[in-house]
């Protein structure tokens, strides 16, 4: 796909111009009055701020203890403030943030490596490194994202920058061809792809911001066409790998960083070459993909959620618009319009999740498509119902209910132990709920992460067999798939014990799951001849009445020929309490051999 339109380059490529520079005022101070007040206030919040120190204690705290947020709070921190900064001065063109922009473009030219610790190694999945190579730069998804924010920053503030000191953007120059352009064009880093290379989101992340980096930066023609031509690649690399369904088997979290970072980068390559890679824009591989994220979408905030993702997977922005635009989707144009405008904090100046908020590119794109999205009068139409085959992803929606139901297998990048897995909502609220994921720390990308118990199955409303889950690998999934979409009903129904290790006396577990307007009926049979444990999980504190679960002012669960136990769940870590409130309850149900939910 990519490759392919490299035949149809220009002689010579266009300038990028992602968006105006600061000496260009006419069109900063057309934005909305609204829009530039927001942006200088985030300016104003971040002046106040102390600037965080970096050391290398804080860098080894991750090999020393696996903690990650040690050195990333402040090392995002640093970011997201140079970040508004530049904005706000953009906005203003007072100069009185640019003194606080010299001190940050300084310190982050001096750290000594732009990848965080959990990222500090030369072969995936090894043992990071204690401290970075000064002398052999790693290119990792963050070194990437800095990379991009200081060529966006010279781009943007050139003029003022040289009226202080013209060092400042060669030094910036400097360290972007020590850092990211020469070890880019000469080595191999794992999310480039190559052959049967196996890559996730990081390959359009990374690619992405390389791209940025280097086109917002006066480079000769020669590299300029190297790290072109490298980039194309690496995207076929990525789509290749992509179902035609256009599922992101890392969740709707990972859909910014994975298909919306794959628009970014064909953003950049049809500006320079729109010859060669604009008609890229009407593949359907990459609509399917596109609209992935309007088709997993709940209600308001919530999303279903599987894998390293949480029901709370952000609000769309206006890279969202801005590529469905592009690629004249109207329904996806609205959703992003809609949820936007619903974002009590489009500028992410706090960001649960840490590395929010520091991509400048994507800043100024918001800010120049704001109006715009403010005064979008298409209508949004939620999708119909659906089926991921690549996943075994099914989306049910019927009157009030919003049914996730995955057959699949334990084998998805950022993968959770979830074959067989159900999520349901109701009214747009979470009935039975899939947890989601745990801050990051150096056991969740490890030998040791299926110890971390939102991983685990038992956790995803699945059965267990005396305390037996299911493992994690390709060859564990499920079998004998069937699945159903039509006017009075919604169906999947899958036989899952081969998610499972071997176990005695197990040759069969078939779960059904079947949504109407009316609710949820799940049917699980199983040969095992010994009692069944099943985990079914609540957000909302239920009661037991004989066999129901009740959930007040939401609905009830009845249940046959069981016993129901509840208990607490407390939530202590912060990325869950995003979703979640500090308790969450698991209700646990004893069976043998068949089982059957109604939902209503």
Not at 244 to 270: H, N, R, S, W
Request: aromatic share 10%; proline share 6%; net charge negative.
């Amino acid at each position: 796909m990519f490759c392919e339109c490299l035949c149809n380059l220009p002689a010579e490529l266009h300038p990028w111009e992602p968006c105006p520079p600061i000496q260009r005022q006419d069109l900063w101070q057309a934005l909305p009055l609204s829009t530039r007040q927001r942006v200088i206030a985030g300016g104003e919040h971040f002046l106040k701020q102390e600037l965080p120190h970096l050391t290398a204690s804080q860098y080894l705290s991750f090999t020393r203890c696996g903690s990650r947020t040690t050195y990333e709070i402040p090392y995002f921190l640093r970011r997201r403030i140079l970040c508004h900064l530049v904005a706000a001065e953009c906005c203003e063109n007072q100069g009185r943030f640019l003194d606080r922009i010299v001190d940050l473009l300084w310190m982050l030219c001096e750290e000594s490596g732009w990848q965080v610790p959990a990222h500090n190694t030369y072969i995936r999945d090894t043992p990071q490194l204690p401290l970075p190579d000064t002398q052999h730069p790693i290119i990792d998804l963050f070194a990437a994202e800095t990379g991009a924010l200081l060529a966006m920053t010279c781009y943007l503030l050139r003029e003022p920058l040289d009226n202080i000191s013209p060092s400042l953007c060669q030094r910036v120059a400097q360290e972007l061809e020590h850092r990211i352009f020469s070890p880019y064009l000469n080595c191999h880093f794992w999310w480039m792809g190559r052959g049967q290379e196996m890559v996730n989101n990081w390959t359009p992340w990374c690619t992405q911001n390389v791209l940025v980096a280097a086109f917002a930066t006066p480079l000769d023609e020669v590299t300029r066409k190297s790290i072109l031509r490298k980039a194309a690649c690496s995207l076929d690399s990525f789509v290749g790998q992509y179902e035609e369904d256009g599922c992101c088997d890392e969740g709707a979290q990972y859909y910014g960083a994975a298909a919306v970072c794959l628009f970014g980068a064909l953003e950049v390559l049809a500006a320079v070459a729109p010859e060669a890679f604009a008609p890229l824009w009407q593949q359907p591989k990459l609509h399917a993909m596109a609209e992935f994220i309007e088709k997993v979408h709940v209600a308001d905030k919530y999303y279903l959620n599987f894998s390293d993702c949480s029901p709370v997977a952000g609000r769309r922005t206006g890279r969202e618009y801005h590529f469905a635009k592009q690629m004249q989707l109207s329904n996806l144009m609205a959703f992003a319009a809609e949820d936007f405008q619903k974002d009590p904090d489009p500028d992410m100046l706090d960001d649960a999740y840490l590395s929010g908020g520091i991509n400048l590119y994507y800043m100024v794109l918001q800010v120049f498509s704001e109006e715009e999205i403010s005064h979008c009068t298409l209508q949004y139409h939620p999708v119909e119902s659906c089926y991921f085959p690549s996943t075994g992803l099914l989306v049910a929606r019927k009157g009030p209910y919003v049914l996730g139901a995955k057959a699949g297998c334990n084998d998805d990048s950022h993968n959770h132990n979830d074959t067989g897995s159900i999520t349901l909502y109701k009214n747009g609220q979470p009935f039975l709920i899939d947890i989601g994921v745990e801050n990051y720390t150096k056991k969740t990308f490890s030998p040791q992460r299926y110890e971390i118990w939102t991983m685990q199955s038992r956790w995803h409303n699945l059965p267990s067999f005396q305390g037996i889950d299911q493992l994690a690998g390709p060859q564990y999934c499920a079998k004998d798939v069937q699945w159903n979409l039509s006017a009075e009903q919604d169906s999947l129904q899958a036989d899952i014990v081969n998610a499972y290790p071997p176990i005695d006396g197990l040759q069969y577990y078939r779960r059904k799951s079947v949504l109407t307007a009316q609710g949820l009926t799940m049917t699980d049979e199983t040969d095992y001849p010994h009692e069944v444990t099943l985990t079914l999980m609540f957000r909302q504190q239920p009661t037991i009445d004989n066999n129901r679960i009740i959930l007040e002012g939401l609905g009830n669960v009845t249940c046959s020929d069981c016993t129901l136990d509840i208990e607490p769940v407390k939530v202590t870590d912060s990325r869950l309490l995003v979703a979640w409130p500090e308790t969450i309850w698991k209700v646990t149900v004893r069976f043998t051999h068949t089982f059957t939910i109604t939902v209503q």
